[in-house]
């Protein structure tokens, strides 16, 4: 069965980074659009980041200039880099992959990522 595993969430300071990885034990190159999403308490999911097999990306307005999202199809794993973090990116992230943008089917399990103030 084909699983995304989500690593990297924890407590930290607001201004403080951190590094968000999605790793799959099936071949990357099958999946031709990836993407990170992130539900806070009491909140809707939303969308964070997404990335083509071609690199292409594109980002929500309130994590742009902040966030990187980038893949790594050689070794099977999707990076978030997360920098200047403020409370208000407190979630659960997911990470997700599908045949194209925004239509995913294979989703992971969640990753708590907690910004202190």
């Known amino acids: 069965q084909v699983q995304l595993v989500e690593s990297g969430g924890g407590l930290v300071q607001t201004g403080g980074s951190l590094r968000l990885s999605c790793a799959s034990s099936?071949?990357?190159?099958?999946?031709?659009?990836m993407g990170w999403y992130r539900q806070a308490p009491g909140r809707q999911r939303e969308s964070v980041a997404h990335i083509t097999i071609g690199g292409s990306t594109n980002y929500r307005d309130s994590v742009k200039g902040r966030f990187t999202i980038s893949r790594d199809n050689r070794r099977n794993v999707m990076y978030l880099q997360m920098d200047n973090l403020k409370s208000e990116d407190t979630a659960v992230y997911y990470c997700a992959a599908g045949p194209r943008l925004f239509e995913y089917d294979l989703w992971g399990q969640g990753t708590q990522v907690t910004v202190s103030s």
């Open positions: 099936q071949d990357f190159w099958s999946f031709m659009a």
